[in-house]
């Protein structure tokens, strides 16, 4: 089977070649496409976060990984932005799987929303063991149904909506949970499939909602995410 190499439109100076197999993802290689070209603007916005712009350490652009499944969780396409950490890769993936995977035509999950009913004495204790990731299937490759897998539930993840219908999820990950979600939740936005049907996030969306900052700390409830860095954090 041929594989076919398509340089996304961010620049070569800031994104490697989204590998995509044609016969294997559902998902048209032109959405996909338009998808990934979100990450080189993104990430260049201030996010918040340990990277890019006002992070802790900044630099012009968030370093992140990105990656897009189709409905049934095959991998269609994973770019990056930068020296983004190689241990990233497989989380954007497992990301873009959560989301596509908790998500329906009903009510959208980020996997952030996903991060305090998982906890100890939550409603979805034991949701990460639900799904365990398979290395072996890290890249597009040519065998069906054959898919990485993997629950995340912290922010980055979120799913994709065409007509209603989830036609797959986009996961990023490459910085504080936080700004992951920033960036894949403005990419989604940008590239037009967002029209999500409800959600547990503010305003009915599956956006993040953050646990208050309190003294002593108030463990996250319902939905809510822990801040990473509170002050810094953004509600994209």
Known sequence: MIKKYVLAACGIAFCSPVLADDDDCTIPQ??????????????????????????????????????????????????????????????????????????????ALSTANLYAPTQPGGSLYGLNNSNPFNPDFLAPHSGKDQFAGGIITFGGGVALYQGGQVIGGLGVSGDSSCADHAIAYRMRKAAGFDGIPAGVGPGGTDNISYAPVTTPPTPPTGFQQPHCFPGQDITP
Do not use: E, H, Y
């Open 30 to 107: 032109a959405t996909v496409t338009a998808i990934q070209n979100q990450l080189a603007p993104v990430v260049k916005l201030k996010n918040g976060g340990i990277f890019g712009v006002g992070g802790l350490f900044p630099t012009a652009q968030n370093l992140m990984w990105s990656a897009v499944v189709d409905r049934a969780g095959r991998l269609c396409s994973v770019i990056k932005t930068g020296d983004a950490w190689p241990g990233s890769r497989a989380i954007a993936i497992a990301k873009a799987g959560t989301a596509n995977d908790f998500s329906n035509s009903k009510l």
